[in-house]
C-alpha cells in the first residue's frame, strides 16, 4: 500500500492568515492527489482533484501543487468557515489511502 | 441534485454480519464508480472498495476476505456486507460516488477518481 504522510498534525492559525498543509507519498504517485476539507460530524468535502484542479465551487483562496511524492495544499487568506481537518488521498493505486489528517484551528 | 444516503443497523454484534445501503438519486448510477469508505478514531479513514453499475468490484486487501459489495441499479443502490465483525470494525461508514476527469497526459480516469459525493455517514458499533 502506498502510505500518506501529512505535516503538520495540527496547526493553529488566524483569519487571514496563509497556511500550509504538506503530504508526502511513500512512492510517487504523479499528479494523483487529492484534498479533503471535514468539518466535525460531516462527511468529507472534495477540495482539489488532480494534486492542482479545484473541485467546482469551491473558494479561489484554496490552492494545490505538487507532482510525484511531494504535494501542498494552501489557503490563502484563512476564513473562519476553514477551520477544519484536512485529509490528503492518493488515487494513483489501489487501495486508495488517506493521510492521517490535518486540524486547523484558532 | 445528487445524494447518498446510507441505511443500515447502528449495532452490530461481535461475529455477524455488518450490512449497509447506499441510496442514490440526482444522478446516474452508470458511468462512474461507487465507494464505501471508513473512519474511526483509531485508524483514520480507510477505504473499503469500490463497484459499478455492472458489478465490479476492487476490494481493500485488508478486508478482503470478509467482503462483498454489490450494486441494484433498479433500485439506484448499493451494499456492503463486512462479515465476522470485531470490535476493531467499529466506525462511521460512508459511502461516495468517484467521479472521472482527464489527468495531465490526457487519460481518462474514472476508477480512482477524486471522490466528489459522500454519504452523511452511519455509525456502526461492533459489540458483544
Not at chain 1, 468535502?45 to 504535494?71: E, N
Not at chain 2, 471508513?38 to 467482503?67: A, F
Request: glycine share 8%; net charge neutral; aromatic share 12%.
Amino acid at each position: 500500500d502506498i502510505q500518506m504522510t501529512q505535516s503538520p498534525s495540527s496547526l493553529s492559525a488566524s483569519v487571514g492568515d496563509r497556511v500550509t498543509i504538506t503530504c508526502r507519498a511513500s512512492q510517487s504517485i504523479s499528479s494523483h492527489l487529492n484534498w479533503y476539507q471535514q468539518k466535525p460530524g460531516t462527511a468529507p468535502k472534495l477540495l482539489i482533484y488532480a494534486a492542482s484542479t479545484l473541485q467546482s465551487g469551491v473558494p479561489s483562496r484554496f490552492s494545490g501543487s505538487g507532482s510525484g511524492t511531494d504535494f501542498t495544499l494552501t489557503i490563502s487568506g484563512l476564513q473562519p468557515e476553514d477551520f477544519a481537518t484536512y485529509f490528503c488521498q492518493q488515487s494513483s493505486s489501489t487501495p486508495r489511502t488517506f493521510g492521517q489528517g490535518t486540524k486547523l484551528d484558532i | 441534485q445528487v445524494q447518498l444516503q446510507e441505511s443500515g443497523p447502528g449495532l452490530v454484534k461481535t461475529s455477524e454480519t455488518l450490512s449497509l445501503t447506499c441510496s442514490v438519486s440526482g444522478t446516474s448510477i452508470i458511468n462512474y464508480y461507487w465507494n464505501w469508505i471508513r473512519q474511526s478514531p483509531g485508524k483514520g479513514l480507510e477505504w473499503i472498495g469500490y463497484i459499478d453499475y455492472r458489478g465490479t468490484t476492487n476490494y481493500n486487501p485488508s478486508l478482503k476476505s470478509r467482503l462483498i459489495i454489490s450494486v441494484d441499479t433498479s433500485k439506484m443502490q448499493f451494499s456492503l456486507e463486512l462479515s465476522s465483525v470485531t470490535a476493531a470494525d467499529t466506525a462511521v461508514y460512508y459511502c461516495a460516488r468517484a467521479k472521472g476527469y482527464y489527468d495531465r497526459n490526457g487519460y481518462w480516469v474514472e476508477k480512482l477518481g477524486p471522490l466528489d459525493y459522500w454519504g452523511q455517514g452511519a455509525l456502526v458499533t461492533v459489540s458483544s
